[in-house]
């Protein structure tokens, strides 16, 4: 049974949690989200007051995909929910709910109203949180966003609603990473992650 957690939400205290529920469930996706929160930690530092909620979102970002906690089966609105029951902080709520591109996927999935209940900030974290996501591969490798993109239509194939999803928010996917890549040339990261 998960106990509640303490607010706020820390990085060691959200890897805890997604450890707890995703480990040994699917311990290949708990290699992308250590992965994803190496990545998030390596960019942390430099991003100032934002830097442990990256670190805390990366961690958290993909608990959606926990059996306990995937009842619609969109693992972005399943995993808001679930941390929003656990008293999660609002910006880690609403930035797991909207991560990478979700907001299209859910119009995709008819879930678009069910996500609006949650709010997509648009700032630089999240478009970090999205670049840490979108450029590491299912099972942890480091993938160019347009591999991993790549990967995901060739996983799926063209006519799958994943395919189809992934497709209708290829814009903002793109534009985000382009966002993270100017910031993170700029304070001399753009080859560390
Ligand atoms: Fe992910």
Redesign the pocket.
């Known amino acids: 049974m998960l106990r509640h957690l303490v607010t706020p939400l820390q990085p060691a205290a959200a890897e805890t949690l997604a450890h707890q529920l995703l480990a040994d469930a699917l311990p290949r996706r708990w290699s992308?989200?250590v992965a994803?929160a190496a990545k998030a930690r390596r960019i942390a530092s430099s991003l100032e007051q934002d830097g442990e909620l990256l670190e805390t979102t990366a961690w958290v970002?993909?608990v959606g995909y926990a059996p306990p906690v995937a009842t619609t089966g969109f693992h972005p609105l399943d995993g808001a929910r679930f941390l929003a029951a656990q008293a999660a902080p609002a910006r880690v709520v609403d930035l797991v709910a909207f991560?990478?591109s979700a907001w299209a996927e859910a119009r995709e999935f008819g879930l678009a109203k069910e996500l609006a209940t949650f709010e997509d900030e648009r700032s630089l974290t999240r478009d970090l949180l999205w670049y840490c996501?979108m450029t590491?591969g299912p099972d942890g490798t480091d993938l160019g966003f347009e591999d991993r993109m790549a990967e995901v239509r060739e996983r799926y194939g063209p006519d799958h609603y994943v395919t189809r999803a992934l497709d209708a928010g290829m814009d903002e996917r793109r534009a985000a990473v382009r966002r993270s890549r100017e910031w993170l040339t700029s304070v001399g990261l753009a080859d560390q992650v």
């Open positions: 992308h989200v994803v970002h993909d991560h990478s996501d590491t």
